[in-house]
């Protein structure tokens, strides 16, 4: 059994309920009172279902299409996720489904200053939840202006209210933007890509951590996240160095997740690719340095499975033109 975010659970079974096998498994996800069943085969699926029945009173509602606001559109060895019903009705909430569409989520180098009058932060929290739930659900796109304006939920100014609303008529635009998952003829591997911008926020000058995950070089994102670093980072070396940690972290997770879906895989070691080449000279070689001593032991996790072949670290080559 593996946890999953929230209230859901993963459990493997075998066509009678017992554990999985090796040959064939199907896989329960749980939320509340709602159940996702997949199988690799048509004859366990049924087995598991008239299984739940006999024990159970529940109702069969038939191939996925529709789950916790997310659609999915399902055919020969590919899965699309998307959320455009939930974003049409979500602009309609907030009276923005005829809004003029965007084609960027915000305006290049945003910054959000201290001054301006204080609104009323309520339609403000209800707009900036609805976000977060798309951005985590399906649009890894949203990661970094969801994240800025969840930070000014106590007292949103109308500078905060007017990238929210630019944000709305981004997704009016790419309502229809998908995660289109397909089969994979390669064994899959994790790989991971960290970075972090140093400073970004004139106000503090804290600094933004930033990481996403998928299964193949060049497939679809399966995690992702950017937020604000919990302390100063006094060089690029230091926050990227902290974005590591949290990239790690995340994949210490996913692993174990991997494992208890797929324990035919062993999932390590897993890629990350990183293009600070301090943060990788410091992650490699962890010594005690003038400039390096002040870091957080919380960050000498990354180290230790570093030096336990667990991870390997990869230089990303930038080209600038």
Request: proline letters at 3%; aromatic letters at 8%.
């Amino acid at each position: 059994m593996a946890k999953m975010r929230g209230e859901a659970e993963v459990v493997l079974l075998d066509s009678e309920g017992r554990k999985e096998s090796e040959k064939e498994g199907v896989i329960l996800l749980i939320w509340v009172d709602d159940l996702l069943i997949a199988a690799n085969n048509n004859g366990s699926l049924s087995d598991v279902k008239e299984m739940l029945k006999r024990k159970f009173k529940m109702k069969d509602l038939g191939e996925l299409k529709h789950f916790l606001g997310i659609d999915f559109t399902q055919s020969q060895g590919e899965i699309k996720m998307s959320q455009k019903r939930h974003i049409a009705k979500m602009l309609e909430r907030f009276g923005m489904s005829e809004c003029k569409p965007r084609s960027t989520p915000c305006e290049q180098k945003l910054h959000f200053d201290t001054e301006g009058e204080v609104i009323d932060s309520t339609g403000y929290r209800e707009i900036v939840g609805s976000l977060i739930y798309i951005m985590t659900c399906t649009r890894p796109d949203l990661s970094w202006i969801v994240s800025k304006l969840s930070q000014h939920l106590a007292e949103p100014k109308q500078q905060h209210w007017a990238a929210a609303k630019q944000l709305l008529r981004y997704l009016k635009g790419t309502i229809d933007q998908e995660l289109h998952y397909k089969k994979s003829e390669e064994s899959l591997k994790l790989e991971g890509y960290s970075d972090a911008d140093w400073a970004a926020d004139q106000n503090d000058r804290r600094s933004t951590t930033g990481y996403c995950f998928s299964l193949t070089e060049n497939g679809p994102v399966i995690s992702w996240k950017s937020r604000k670093q919990p302390t100063v980072a006094l060089s690029t070396c230091e926050a990227e160095y902290m974005a590591l940690a949290a990239t790690t972290q995340e994949s210490m997770y996913l692993v174990q997740l991997l494992k208890g879906v797929d324990r035919n895989s062993p999932h390590v070691p897993v890629k990350i690719y990183e293009d600070n080449q301090g943060a990788i000279a410091l992650s490699k070689n962890p010594v005690s340095r003038q400039r390096s001593k002040h870091v957080d032991i919380k960050y000498i996790l990354y180290d230790l499975h570093m030096l336990r072949g667990r991870y390997l670290l990869h230089i990303v080559l930038l080209q600038i033109w």
